[in-house]
């Protein structure tokens, strides 16, 4: 089983910064594509950036420029950097992680952090 575990959430400020980490465990073979997503309420889960083994990077166009991407193959775990945060960031936010196992394709989920940028 791929376990999916997220941090770094919280209360910020408009303007703030907040550095999101997600570790992956399990017995894994390989983690190909790691990406994050957000939901707010009542929206649905949009997709904010992807980074492949080898640190090929896509972003949204509502944050490109503001959030950065990065992984630690070593430590199976990849953030995002969240900078001149607004109001409208404020969301649950997901890592997410393809890859495989002894039995095949894995597409895990971690359980989500909350984010709000308020003042």
């Known amino acids: 089983q791929v376990q999916l575990v997220e941090s770094g959430g919280g209360l910020v400020q408009p303007g703030g910064s907040l550095r999101l980490s997600c570790v992956v465990s399990?017995?894994?073979?390989?983690?190909?594509?790691m990406g994050w997503y957000r939901q707010a309420p009542g929206k649905q889960r949009e997709l904010l950036a992807t980074?492949?083994?080898?640190?090929?990077?896509n972003y949204a166009d509502s944050v490109k420029g503001r959030f950065t991407i990065s992984r630690d193959n070593a430590k199976n775990t990849v953030y995002l950097q969240m900078n001149s945060l607004k109001p409208e960031d404020t969301a649950v936010y997901y890592c997410?992680?393809?890859?495989?196992?002894?039995?095949?394709?894995?597409?895990?989920w971690g359980q989500g952090t909350q984010v709000t940028v308020s003042s």
């Open positions: 997410n992680a393809r890859g495989q196992v002894l039995r095949g394709p894995y597409q895990s």
């Open positions: 399990g017995r894994i073979l390989t983690i190909d594509d």
């Open positions: 980074i492949t083994s080898g640190g090929s990077t």
